[in-house]
C-alpha cells in the first residue's frame, strides 16, 4: 500500500519560483520563517481556512493544548506512589516508544491534509466514524472540563478578600469541628488521651478525620461545591458557580472569537505565565521549612518497584493522557500550519515541554507538601494527595501561612487558570473547526458560530452548578475518556501504518518537509505504539473499577449511565462503517477493499502539488504482503 519516493515533486517543490506565502512551495532557506501570513495565502484557496501568524503562536498553543492542569495535581502524586525518580525511566521511556511517534503523526495528519480530525479519515473513507468520534469526545470534554476553570474562578474571585476565607473557622459553612489547618488539628488531636492512639493505624486514621475538617476542606466542599450527599439529591444551582460558568465561558469566546487569530495572541500569555509562576512559587517554596524533605520524597528512587507491572501501565496511562492526542486537537490545530513546516521539530519541542512541565511541577507542589506536613508533625504521605483536592485544598491551605496570602493565592490560581484555558482551547477550536469544514459559507460568521456554541455549552453545563454537580463531575471524568481515545489511537496508529501505509505516509511527510520521518518513528507506528495503545487498553478494561467520591458509592444506575456515556462516544464508528458500505456500488468484498483506499480528494491540500500526487499514485503498482511490510517497516530501497 505503500509507494516508492516523490523526487520528482520534491524537485519542483525546490524548483518553484513562486513565493511560499502565495503557494505553500517548499524552500529549504526558509522552512522555519516565522513571519506573518500574507493575505493571498488565504485568498487563494491553499489556506482558505485561515494560517498561524506565526510559527510560535502554534508552538505556543500546541504546549499550552498539552499542558495542564493535570500536570500539577497527578504526575507528581504518580511519581511519589510509584517509586519517585525510578517512575521517570518508564515515564519517559512510553514518552519515546509511544508518545512522540503518536504526537508527530498527527501534527503531520492535519499539516498534510489542512483540514479537521472531521475530514482528515479520507486517507481510509471505512473509517471516516473515527473522525465523528473524535468530534464527540471534544463536546464531552468542553463540556464538563470548563469547571476546572469554574473551581478556579471561585478561588480566584475569594483571593481578594481582607482574609482568604479558606484559612479561617468563623464562616457561615464551616461546621463545629472545623480547624484553621492541619497543623492545629493534628495538635488538638494529639492532646486528646494517648490511649486513643494506641497504634499508627489509628493515628492515621485520625489524621485522614483532621484533613476533612480543615477550613481549608470546609471551603471545598461547603462553600464552593456545597455538595449534598449524592446523585439522588442534586440540590439547586449554586449562583456563585452559576456566575463563575459565565466568566469562564465569556472568556473563551473572547479568546477564541477569532480562531487562530485571536488564539494566536493570547497564548503568549497563557502558554507562559504558567512557567514564570511556577518558577517564582518554587523558589518561594524552597526557603520554606520541610521544603527539602518533600522534594526528596519526591524524587527519591525505589527501583524495586519497576518490577511492577502496574507501574508501567501508570506511566504509559500517564504519557497517554498527558499529550492528548485522540482528542482531535492537535490534527486541528496543525491543520493551520504553512506545508512545509517541520512537524518533527515541533513534536520533540512540545512533547518535551509537557514531559518537563509535569516534572518540573512535582517540586513546586512537594516542596510545599513538605512544609505541611513539617508543621504537622505528619507523615508527607498522609499529607499528598492526587486530584483537585491538591490544588484546591492542600496548597491553598499552604498559601494561608505565607507574608501577604493574598498576592501568593491571586498568582496561583492566575496560574492554574492559565494551564486550565489552554487545554479548553483545543478542544474548543476542534469543534467549531468541525463545523467550519462542514458549511463552509459559515466562516464569514466565525464569531456568530463561535457565541452559538458557547452558549450552547453554558446551559449545558449547569447540572455541573448543581448541590450534586461534583457526583456527575467524576462520574463523567471516570467514563468518558477511560476508553474511547485509547481505541482512536489505536485504529488512527493501525490504519496509518498498515492500511494507508508507512511508507507511503512517510513519503506524504518527505513532500512535506523534503525528508522522511527516522526509522525509529516508522518502526514504533508500525509495532511499539499500536502494541502499548492495545495492551494498555486491554488492562485498563481488565483492571476496572467503579468510580467513588470521597467516600460516596455510586448506585447502580449511576454506573449504567456511565458506561452508557462511555460508549456513545464510539457509536458514530460502526453508524458511519455501515453508511459508507451501503452507499458504495459493488459487492461487499469490493465495497470494502474500496473504502479501505484513500477517497479521490485525498492528498496535500497546497494545490501546486495536487496534481502531480494524484498522478504518481495512479502509475503505483500493488506489491505483495511481505514487500508491503518491508517498505512500512524499513522504507522501499529506492526511496
Not at 20 to 39: L, V
Not at 78 to 90: D, E, K, R, T
Not at 164 to 191: D, F, I, K, Y
Not at 603 to 624: A, D, F, R, T, W
Request: hydrophobic residues 45%.
Amino acid at each position: 500500500m505503500g509507494f516508492c519516493k516523490f523526487d520528482s515533486l520534491i524537485k519542483r517543490k525546490k524548483d518553484s519560483k513562486e513565493p511560499e506565502s502565495e503557494n505553500g512551495g517548499y524552500q529549504p532557506a526558509k522552512q522555519d520563517d516565522d513571519t506573518e501570513g500574507t493575505e493571498s495565502s488565504s485568498e487563494s484557496g491553499d489556506y482558505s481556512r485561515g494560517v498561524w501568524a506565526r510559527k510560535i503562536e502554534f508552538i505556543l498553543s500546541v504546549i499550552g493544548y498539552s499542558v495542564g492542569v493535570g500536570n500539577l495535581w497527578r504526575f507528581p502524586y504518580l511519581v511519589m506512589q510509584n517509586g519517585g525518580g525510578a517512575f521517570l525511566i518508564p515515564f519517559f521511556f512510553f514518552l519515546f516508544v509511544c508518545g512522540i511517534p503518536l504526537f508527530y503523526l498527527e501534527l503531520c495528519l492535519g499539516q498534510f491534509s489542512g483540514v479537521s480530525c472531521l475530514y482528515v479519515w479520507k486517507f481510509c473513507p471505512l473509517f471516516k466514524g473515527i473522525g465523528y468520534m473524535m468530534l464527540v469526545v471534544s463536546f464531552v470534554y468542553c463540556w464538563y472540563y470548563i469547571m476546572v476553570l469554574v473551581w478556579v474562578l471561585v478561588y480566584l474571585f475569594n483571593s481578594f478578600m481582607s482574609q482568604l476565607p479558606w484559612g479561617q473557622c468563623n464562616q457561615a459553612w464551616n461546621t463545629e469541628h472545623c480547624v484553621t489547618g492541619l497543623a492545629s488539628g493534628v495538635s488538638a488531636m494529639r492532646n486528646v488521651s494517648a490511649e486513643s492512639f494506641e497504634n499508627d493505624t489509628t493515628f492515621s486514621e485520625s489524621n485522614i478525620s483532621v484533613m476533612s475538617h480543615t477550613a481549608s476542606k470546609e471551603f471545598w466542599n461547603r462553600y464552593v461545591l456545597n455538595k449534598s450527599s449524592g446523585l439522588e439529591d442534586f440540590g439547586g444551582i449554586q449562583s456563585h458557580l452559576a456566575i463563575a460558568l459565565v466568566v469562564a465561558w465569556v472568556a473563551i469566546f473572547l479568546c477564541l472569537m477569532k480562531g487562530i487569530k485571536s488564539a494566536g495572541k493570547v497564548v503568549y500569555v497563557t502558554a507562559l505565565l504558567p512557567y514564570v509562576l511556577l518558577t517564582v512559587f518554587l523558589v518561594k517554596g524552597l526557603t520554606l521549612p520541610g521544603a527539602a524533605d518533600g522534594i526528596l520524597f519526591y524524587i527519591k528512587p525505589n527501583f524495586s518497584t519497576l518490577l511492577d507491572f502496574n507501574v508501567w501501565v501508570q506511566a504509559a496511562v500517564q504519557v497517554f493522557y498527558s499529550l492528548g492526542p485522540a482528542w482531535g486537537g492537535l490534527i486541528t490545530m496543525a491543520s493551520y500550519n504553512k506545508f512545509n513546516n517541520n512537524c518533527l521539530r515541533d513534536a520533540l519541542i512540545c512533547t518535551a515541554a509537557d514531559g518537563f512541565t509535569s516534572f518540573y511541577g512535582g517540586f513546586v507542589i512537594f516542596s510545599v507538601i513538605g512544609y505541611i506536613a513539617k508543621e504537622a508533625n505528619m507523615e508527607i504521605k498522609d499529607v499528598a494527595t492526587s486530584g483537585p483536592g491538591l490544588a484546591l485544598v492542600i496548597y491553598p491551605e499552604a498559601i494561608t501561612k505565607l507574608p501577604i496570602p493574598q498576592l501568593w493565592s491571586v498568582l496561583f490560581f492566575l496560574m492554574l487558570l492559565s494551564l486550565g484555558i489552554d487545554s479548553q482551547f483545543g478542544v474548543f477550536e476542534t469543534l467549531s473547526s468541525g463545523l467550519l469544514d462542514t458549511f463552509p459559507r459559515l466562516r464569514k460568521r466565525k464569531i456568530l458560530v463561535t457565541a452559538c456554541l458557547c452558549v450552547i455549552l453554558l446551559l449545558l453545563d449547569l447540572p455541573f452548578t448543581l448541590n450534586g454537580g461534583i457526583y456527575l463531575y467524576q462520574l463523567v471524568d471516570w467514563y468518558f475518556a477511560a476508553f474511547c481515545v485509547l481505541i482512536i489511537s489505536f485504529l488512527e496508529c493501525f490504519l496509518i501504518a498498515w492500511v494507508y501505509g508507512a511508507n507511503r505516509f512517510c513519503n506524504d511527510i518527505k513532500l512535506m518537509v523534503g525528508r522522511p520521518p527516522p526509522l525509529y518513528i516508522r518502526i514504533c507506528w508500525c509495532v511499539f505504539t499500536p502494541v502499548i495503545l492495545l495492551t494498555v487498553f486491554l488492562i485498563m478494561c481488565f483492571q476496572y473499577e467503579p468510580p467513588s467520591y470521597d467516600g460516596y458509592k455510586y448506585p447502580m444506575v449511576a454506573k449504567v449511565c456511565g458506561n452508557i456515556l462511555a460508549m456513545i462516544p464510539v457509536i458514530p464508528l460502526p453508524i458511519v462503517m455501515i453508511y459508507q458500505i451501503a452507499n458504495t456500488p459493488g459487492s461487499l468484498w469490493q465495497k470494502i477493499k474500496f473504502l479501505l483506499k484513500p477517497s479521490y480528494d485525498w492528498g496535500p491540500h497546497v494545490s501546486q502539488y495536487k496534481q502531480g500526487y494524484e498522478q504518481y499514485i495512479e502509475m503505483q503498482k500493488p506489491c505483495g504482503m511481505l514487500h508491503s511490510v518491508r517498505k512500512n517497516l524499513l522504507g522501499a530501497a529506492d526511496s
